[in-house]
């Protein structure tokens, strides 16, 4: 594989990274399989897939931490093996399980981070004060005391306070309650309305749709890149929402109605997809009185993200076909 | 449904200070034999604190507590014969293989050999696993390791299962086939007292409590939740009780 480095000029100059057919195996693993994907200045984007997807390895390589076997990578049109000196001084990284100084206070490790970079906390406070204005309070606790939420702040405004251009946040959200996970988000619009480019990954499925475009990741290889919305509009299938008195009962019987592609539960809903075309609401109406179903009500719905995200991995794992929630009687 | 005059849990104003700090604050609940109940609540409000007491792994400060019929000051090694655990980070090891994983925790759970030998077969079997007998779990696939140490937390027939945040980070097909499996062994008469993130998995549960910064804020089926908070689902139920505390919890 030829390096293309900074060769693009123009390209550069649109691209905060570019990725082509990266590869890396650990023994027989292959952790990424020839991925290649480009992220736009200032764009917020997203890799969203399960843990073992090969999302963290990629973060690593961009980091350029870790080697990849092939392929290439730029950062700012610097090369992540060559020029990994300069990408380090530019980029921010927050790895998945934050890297605190666990017996370090909280102010402690944002000037420890401040200083390895030959910056002050004084001099970018501006740039971390929404976030880091949150925690001061606790600024003398040590990190290891804080809770979940509080140690995923302090972890972004340690990353944040070198003032980098690029932001690699490997699921800064994991394991974080959903109040903490929406004030995050939050968080990274306000960033990006500053121009740093953010790079995130995440297993929850519905932050998908708070990123500009998302890569959908699994096993290795990325499935689809696009707009959320641009993802939603590609689902092949027609979905309906069903809801009855017995979701579990329903779940087993819409698996039975021969027009049935997939059908998942939903919380309180079971989300039953079809052939566009070859399956009216009326009819599932029926079959589901007919199994003696109370309170039936269908809607036609759009898919969400873990919709389009199942229906991929049916399709690129073809042996799974049906599965279902419950499956065994 | 669970019989509702058979409570397999009995907790009466529980309170665990860690110095001046009030971890758990006068919390009082029952959970029903056979019952999926799920133990919500924001980061630092307290759950970690009260799941460790019902597994008898620390002591409360004050308050009644009965966990499948014992006393959590007294009989505390009765109570871990009875239960099973389960977590996302401390499950299975990684330098042992599938097999070796299951016999060590029949044998640490009290089983025979023979009893083992024949649970680990059909454990194998139903999982579809018998190829991965001899493979270290590090080689094998994070929904396969989920499902096996789920497996393996119940391979004693436990009266409750504790499941601490099990789908952390798998893929959506594989989150729903393990509650696949919850709901399994719910239905063979194990209790299931499970906390999540996920706040469509709380739809699952039968009963679902929600703590917030030390107390239960709401304790209900999530179809009666939704009705009382004007809920479209439970992720607004949460927002809402949590929200409202977000400045304390931090």
Redesign the interface.
Known sequence: MKGRGRGGVNEAMKHSVDVNTLTKHYGE?AALKETSFSVKKGELFGFI?????GKTTLFRILATLLLADSGNATVEGYEVVKDYRKIRRIIGYMPGRFSLYQDLSVEENLRFFATIFGTTIEENYDLVKDIYS??E??KTRKAGKL????KQKLALSCALIHKPEVLFLD?PT???????R??FWEMLKRLKAQGITIVVST???DEAGLCDRVALI?DGSIMQISTPEAVVEAYPMGLYSVITSDI?QLLHDLQKLPQTHSV?????AAHLSYQKGKLSKQAVFDFLKEAGHRNVDIQQIKPNI?DC??EL??KECPT?QK??????T | MPNESENIIIVQDLVKKFGNFIANDHLTFEVRKGEIFGFLGANGAGKTTALRILCGLSYPTSGELTVAGYNVYTQREKIKRNIGYMSQKFSLYDDLTVYENIRFYAAIYGLSGKEIDRRATVLMQKLNLGEARNKLIREIPLGWKQKLAFSVAIIHDPKIVFLDEPTGGVDPITRRQFWDMIYDAARNGITVFVTTHYMDEAEYCDRVSIMVDGRIAALDTPMALRETFHAGNMNEVFLKLARAQVKEVA
């Open positions: 693993v897939g399960p843990d073992g997807a949150q925690i309070p606790f809770s979940g939420g509080m699921e994991t394991g974080v309650d959903a109040v903490s929406q004030e297993p929850y499925m699994q579990y998942f539960a939903f919380g309180q873990e995200f199942m991995m049916q799974s599965i279902l929630l419950l499956s065994k």
